[in-house]
């Protein structure tokens, strides 16, 4: 059992997502090109490619939206690049085709700027999401991603 216990996998696929986004919205934003953004904000989109199957919700949302849906927190509560929600929901069943549409979503970014400064990290992302996409494990956890969900909660 990993150092998350039962909610070992969801914290570990919790935690890709959450780099990638932090990747995407903060440190690299010129990865995501306007037609990206209005996917990612799209809920149709998101289920349909990011396989996002939770009550037609998008990835994005924005602040002023806040993020919580009827009285339930649906994004976490980070506002990513001062502006936008994640969201949270991600049906466990689905985890591994979840990572596989992510990472196929991410390699197209990386195929479409090979040579952009945030290449690397988006490639260290896509990895992960593929490691975790071909996991057999329900517990598995990328460590890489553990240390850096752990320094992002309590720092």
Sequence with gaps: MSEWGVHGARAAFQGIVEGLMR??????????EETDMSNLMDAGYCKDVLELNIAN?????????GHMIQG????????????????SQWWK???RSNAAA??????????????????????????????????????????RQVH????????
């Design 23 to 32: 990747t995407l919205l903060e440190h690299h934003p010129t990865i995501l």
């Design 93 to 95: 069943d689905h985890h």
């Design 148 to 155: 850096l969900l752990g320094a992002a909660r309590h720092g």
């Design 72 to 87: 339930h927190a649906r994004y976490w509560k980070h506002v990513y690049a001062g502006e936008f929600y994640v969201c």
């Design 102 to 143: 992510l990472s196929r979503f991410a390699s197209s970014l990386a195929g479409r700027q090979p040579e952009h400064p945030g290449a690397p990290e988006l490639l260290r992302h896509i990895e992960s999401l593929e490691r975790y996409a071909a996991s057999e494990d329900p517990s598995f956890t990328d460590e």
């Design 57 to 65: 919700f998008a990835l994005l949302r924005h602040r002023q939206q």
